[in-house]
């Protein structure tokens, strides 16, 4: 009995034992199951960013050198101090940024003047945009300069902070070398290259001083610039919405009379003060581009003058050459005219001085080569028009004064319609009324009535109206003059291109010379046409709304369904498929 007490003692004990370990183990799982859902919870906590100093990255502390290494690394440094030393060179201003700023300056203060001076009650919208164009000229050219100096500025900046750097590190070391008890000979080794640190930290810091100034004052004339076409953008705006408005007294108000006065007695000088001012600076800016000019003038003279004998021989062979010979037998009007063609885009940004000098010079070759080219009844819509032109750029001279300006378009008016009256009546009794002889009298009887248009609407204080309608007009006309002349040149010079190699050498050309002659006539007329166009949208303010809607309309899509269609698309694909018709054409 008492071993099986003990047995069963045992047994106890031990079943307990398990118990108390399962308990146990039960806690210790409950425990971890605690544990991780407290580090959930903390993860699900969004952890505050870290501030910026605890982020940023130290920057590394300077170490002395070794003494076993000073020579070695005084070598280096004094090398990169020498390329410190070109890039100080490299970032030198120049004379010609000097210069330039300080031509500049005077060249907006001789543009303010003008501009305060034009900006009144009917201005021209051709005179604002070309001040506008100028304007802008000068802005990107300081906008050129800016970004020039503040990239030399930077390059400073950095060369300055290598700099800080190497002084810091020789400086420890040279107190390091002292403490040594180093030789002298590396002291003053040491000693002589902080003292070069020194001095091209000194230059360092002059050179982006100058560079911090400079940018300065290029900035205070860039704002000078932004007020400027900030208040033409403002008088553009003004200028569109007073377009059918009354904006001065009529022409027979007492005040118009004194103004007049006071134009010519004391605004009219210090008006051409100005202009001749903008065009002594811009030639001296920008003077080099009349040898490009004179250089284009010269090598077109000698072309003309070498084909021009050969072009009679052609004529003789062939009389469809008549036209194009005609005006190959003026090389000098059309060498003129063709470098005023070629040559207008270098001369954008010029003053209003220097466009009228320039086409003055240009008009008495272009009326010679017309004479060749159009038909001798003509010939009196060519003598007026030169009258014309001339009055139109006194007109433009005096834009800064107004009452002059308004008078000088009043006595245009009236000298136009009286030369149209006479005109329409002395074509009226030609025997023999052709399309041409028809369509010039309907042209000259509506600009008849344009021309009373704008007489009125100028006499009766409609200045705006009157100079939109009136400039517009007569500028549409200059171009068709000038286009003109300019294509029957390309026209003349295509022609007899097609009698010289390499192109007299291939089939095409022998077998459909007439057909090509024809072709190549219309492409050039065509065109002519189309710049004839976009420049006179120009002339009277439309071309950037008109070409604004144009690009709207054709890139406006239409969803049929899952399909998306343009107008762009179907005019891209029906001019392909034209183009590809013309060329399959061509090549058979």
Same mark, same amino acid.
């Given at each position: 009995?008492?071993?099986?007490?003990?047995?069963? !003692?045992?047994?106890?004990?031990?079943?307990?034992?398990?118990?108390?370990?399962?308990?146990?183990?039960?806690?210790?799982?409950? =425990?971890?199951?605690?544990?991780?859902?407290?580090?959930?919870?903390?993860?699900?906590?969004?952890? #505050? @960013?870290?501030?910026?100093?605890?982020?940023?990255?130290?920057?590394?502390?300077?170490?002395?050198?070794?003494?076993?290494?000073?020579?070695?690394?005084? &070598?280096?440094?004094?090398?990169?101090?020498?390329?410190?030393?070109?890039?100080?060179?490299?970032?030198?201003?120049?004379?010609?940024?000097?210069?330039?700023?300080?031509?500049?300056?005077? &060249?907006?203060?001789?543009?303010?003047?003008?501009?305060?001076?034009?900006?009144? #009650?009917?201005?021209?919208?051709?005179?604002? @945009?070309?001040?506008?164009?100028?304007?802008?000229?000068?802005?990107?050219?300081?906008?050129?300069?800016?970004?020039? =100096?503040?990239?030399? !500025?930077?390059?400073?900046?950095?060369?300055?902070?290598?700099?800080?750097?190497?002084?810091?590190?020789?400086?420890?070391?040279?107190?390091?070398?002292?403490?040594? &008890? +180093? #030789?002298?000979?590396?002291?003053?080794?040491?000693?002589?290259?902080?003292?070069?640190?020194?001095?091209?930290?000194?230059?360092?810091?002059? $050179?982006?001083?100058?560079?911090?100034?400079?940018?300065?004052?290029? +900035?205070?004339?860039?704002? *000078?610039?932004?007020?400027?076409?900030?208040?033409?953008k403002a008088a553009q705006d003004a200028a569109v919405e007073r377009l059918l408005s009354q904006d001065s007294a009529p022409i027979w108000n007492p005040e118009v009379r004194l103004a007049a006065a006071e134009d010519l007695v004391r605004k009219s000088q210090s008006s051409f003060t100005a202009q001749f001012t903008q065009l002594r600076l811009y030639l001296a800016r920008?003077?080099? *581009?009349? /040898?490009? =000019?004179?250089?284009?003038?010269?090598?077109?003279?000698?072309?003309?003058?070498?084909?021009?004998?050969?072009?009679?021989?052609?004529?003789?062979?062939?009389?469809?050459?008549?036209?194009?010979? $005609?005006?190959?037998?003026?090389?000098?009007?059309?060498?003129?005219?063709?470098?005023?063609?070629?040559?207008?885009?270098?001369?954008?940004?010029?003053?209003?001085?220097?466009?009228?000098?320039?086409?003055?010079?240009?008009?008495?070759?272009?009326?010679? %080569?017309?004479?060749?080219?159009?038909? *001798?009844?003509?010939?009196?819509? %060519?003598?007026?028009?030169?009258?014309?032109?001339?009055?139109?750029?006194?007109?433009?001279?005096?834009?800064?004064?107004?009452?002059?300006?308004?008078?000088?378009? =009043?006595?245009?008016?009236?000298?136009?319609?009286?030369?149209?009256?006479?005109?329409?009546?002395?074509?009226?009794t030609a025997t023999h009324a052709t399309t041409s002889r028809k369509a010039t009298r309907a042209a000259a009887r509506f600009g008849l009535g344009l021309f009373a248009v704008v007489f009125f609407a100028n006499f009766f204080g409609y200045v705006g109206l009157a100079n939109y309608l009136g400039t517009g007009t007569l500028a549409a006309a200059y171009l068709a003059i /000038?286009?003109?002349?300019?294509?029957?040149?390309?026209?003349?010079?295509?022609?007899?291109?097609?009698?010289?190699?390499?192109?007299?050498?291939?089939?095409?050309?022998?077998?459909?010379? #007439?057909?090509? $002659?024809?072709?190549?006539?219309?492409?050039?007329? /065509? !065109?002519?046409?189309?710049?004839?166009?976009?420049?006179?949208?120009? !002339?009277?303010?439309?071309?950037?709304?008109?070409?604004?809607?144009?690009?709207?309309?054709?890139? +406006?899509?239409?969803?049929?369904? @899952?399909?998306?269609?343009?107008?762009?698309?179907?005019?891209?694909?029906?001019?392909?498929?034209?183009?590809?018709?013309?060329?399959?054409?061509?090549? $058979?």
């Open positions: 009995m008492e071993a099986l007490f003990r047995r069963t !003692a045992r047994w106890a004990t031990h079943l307990l034992s398990l118990m108390l370990s399962a308990s146990q183990t039960l806690r210790l799982i409950a =425990l971890l199951a605690i544990l991780c859902s407290l580090g959930q919870l903390v993860a699900a906590e969004p952890s #505050p @960013s870290p501030s910026p100093s605890a982020t940023a990255t130290p920057s590394p502390t300077p170490t002395p050198v070794p003494l076993a290494d000073v020579v070695g690394a005084a &070598e280096i440094t004094s090398t990169s101090l020498q390329e410190s030393q070109s890039n100080l060179e490299a970032t030198q201003t120049g004379e010609e940024i000097e210069r330039g700023l300080d031509r500049i300056k005077q &060249e907006i203060g001789a543009l303010q003047s003008e501009s305060a001076r034009v900006l009144a #009650p009917g201005v021209q919208l051709e005179t604002v @945009s070309d001040l506008e164009r100028r304007w802008r000229k000068l802005d990107d050219q300081l906008a050129a300069w800016t970004r020039d =100096l503040t990239a030399r !500025a930077t390059v400073l900046d950095k060369e300055l902070a290598r700099i800080s750097d190497w002084k810091s590190t020789w400086s420890q070391t040279l107190a390091e070398a002292q403490t040594s &008890e +180093a #030789p002298p000979e590396l002291i003053q080794r040491i000693q002589r290259l902080l003292a070069s640190i020194e001095a091209t930290a000194e230059a360092l810091r002059k $050179r982006r001083a100058s560079l911090l100034a400079r940018q300065s004052r290029v +900035a205070e004339q860039a704002q *000078r610039v932004t007020i400027a076409l900030r208040s033409l920008d003077g080099s *581009r009349l /040898f490009y =000019l004179a250089l284009i003038f010269g090598l077109l003279l000698l072309v003309l003058y070498k084909i021009r004998q050969q072009a009679a021989r052609w004529t003789e062979q062939d009389p469809a050459l008549e036209r194009a010979n $005609r005006v190959l037998q003026l090389p000098i009007p059309t060498a003129a005219i063709l470098t005023l063609l070629v040559g207008r885009p270098l001369f954008q940004d010029a003053p209003r001085l220097f466009w009228v000098g320039l086409a003055t010079l240009a008009l008495l070759p272009i009326m010679i %080569l017309l004479r060749r080219l159009v038909d *001798r009844y003509l010939y009196p819509i %060519l003598n007026a028009l030169v009258v014309f032109y001339i009055v139109a750029q006194l007109r433009s001279l005096t834009a800064a004064l107004p009452v002059v300006s308004r008078i000088l378009l =009043l006595l245009e008016m009236v000298g136009g319609a009286i030369f149209l009256v006479w005109f329409i009546r002395s074509t009226r /000038f286009l003109y002349a300019a294509a029957g040149i390309l026209e003349g010079l295509a022609f007899f291109a097609l009698q010289i190699r390499p192109l007299a050498a291939l089939r095409v050309v022998q077998n459909h010379r #007439p057909l090509l $002659r024809a072709r190549i006539g219309r492409f050039i007329y /065509f !065109a002519a046409f189309l710049s004839w166009l976009t420049l006179t949208l120009r !002339a009277f303010s439309l071309g950037t709304p008109v070409f604004d809607r144009l690009k709207a309309f054709v890139t +406006a899509e239409a969803n049929i369904g @899952s399909l998306h269609l343009s107008l762009g698309a179907i005019l891209a694909f029906a001019l392909t498929v034209y183009f590809a018709v013309l060329l399959s054409r061509f090549v $058979r």
